[in-house]
């Protein structure tokens, strides 16, 4: 069954610090999908990035950037000079292509990292 | 409007109320998503749609009766709720019903049940 893990329930930082939030997998998949999400206050979750098993170059997108390690089942996400508006609860969620038998579109979360950037 | 929109945004009802959530999605979708969000827990995927046919019910107590009368709208219509039921309630939407397609999510609902 697959599953994802976010050690971190919640990090506070000083504005411009960087900040790094973790999240472990788990699957019998050899294809599978990786995805990052934002929750602000407000509640709509809010897509940042997805990542196919079969790619593990790392991306950066602005102050963004995911590390993608297969070796150790991570995909890692770093805030760089972090900024007050990035306070939200960050979500991992992986799915599977249904190679193992498993459903091909759930959806698995993480139970969240909760991002505090004080000024 | 653009993306998946939801209502009402808040929502407080009695237990013996009946209501309705309604999800609308404009990004020409084929698949829909319930999802329940509560508090220290992690999302729960409720009923999933492709092309308006149910594909999934992910043991869902029957007081939540969804409904998606075309591909574009989803609805959970609520009755005799407990209190426990008291979540965000978010719907998605995605191109197709696989793994590699990513769900786009709305604002959520916040029901609160007294």
């Known amino acids: 069954a697959q599953k994802v893990t976010q050690a971190q329930t919640e990090i506070s930082v000083v504005e411009k610090e960087d900040v790094t939030l973790d999240c472990v997998y788990e699957t019998r998949d050899t294809t599978y999908y990786l995805f990052w999400y934002k929750q602000p206050p407000s509640g709509e979750l809010v897509f940042l990035i997805r990542r196919n098993s079969f790619d593990e170059q790392n991306e950066i997108s602005g102050r963004y950037s995911w590390n993608f390690q297969k070796s150790t089942s991570s995909f890692n996400f770093t805030i760089t000079a972090s900024q007050v508006v990035d306070s939200a609860v960050y979500f991992c969620a992986l799915s599977e292509a249904g190679n193992s038998g498993g459903s091909n579109y759930k959806l698995t979360f993480g139970k969240g990292t909760l991002l505090t950037v004080n000024p | 409007e653009t993306g998946v929109t939801q209502t009402p945004r808040h929502l407080v009802m009695g237990m013996t109320n009946k209501k309705s959530l309604k999800c609308e999605q404009h990004?020409?979708?084929?698949?829909m998503y319930w999802y329940k969000q509560s508090a220290k827990k992690p999302l729960e995927l409720m009923f999933v749609y492709s092309l308006e046919e149910r594909v999934e019910n992910n043991s869902v107590p029957s007081r939540f009766s969804p409904e998606c009368p075309n591909s574009s709208h989803l609805f959970l219509h609520l009755h005799t709720l407990q209190p426990e039921d008291s979540a965000l309630y978010l719907c998605?939407?995605?191109?197709?019903?696989?793994?590699?397609?990513?769900?786009?999510f709305g604002p959520g609902t916040r029901l609160l049940v007294l």
């Open positions: 990004l020409g979708h084929n698949a």
């Open positions: 998605a939407s995605s191109q197709d019903l696989a793994g590699w397609e990513t769900q786009y």
